[in-house]
């Protein structure tokens, strides 16, 4: 069995931050890819952000220079660091986590629960 827990959403002022975290644990041998999603009212959910074991991260455009993911892989968490929000990133946002359980195990991918982030004045 895989968690993942989400934290760190939350009502926040234009221009404002939020850092969200999201931490995986249970049965894990490995983990490749993670990445943060988001869904707003009415709309498809969408990548915000991804990073890989190694190599570069990737972001939405939309994004691009006011959000920063990293990982901490002692921990299995990701971050995603949300600076300069504006009232479009609102929508609940979910963290995705490729991983293996054991080292023959094929690559699943596992989704957290959602969180709320809302910005409005």
């Known amino acids: 069995q895989v968690q993942l827990v989400e934290s760190g959403g939350g009502l926040v002022q234009p221009g404002g931050s939020l850092r969200l975290s999201c931490a995986a644990s249970g049965s894990i041998f490995t983990i490749t890819n993670m990445g943060w999603y988001r869904q707003a009212p009415g709309k498809q959910r969408e990548l915000v952000a991804a990073i890989p074991s190694g190599g570069s991260t990737n972001y939405a455009d939309s994004v691009k220079g006011r959000f920063t993911i990293s990982r901490d892989n002692a921990k299995n968490t990701v971050y995603l660091q949300m600076n300069t929000l504006r009232p479009e990133d609102t929508g609940v946002y979910y963290c995705?986590?490729?991983?293996?359980?054991?080292?023959?195990?094929?690559?699943?991918?596992?989704w957290g629960q959602g969180t709320q982030v809302t910005v409005s004045s």
């Open positions: 995705r986590v490729n991983l293996r359980t054991t080292v023959a195990a094929p690559v699943y991918q596992y």
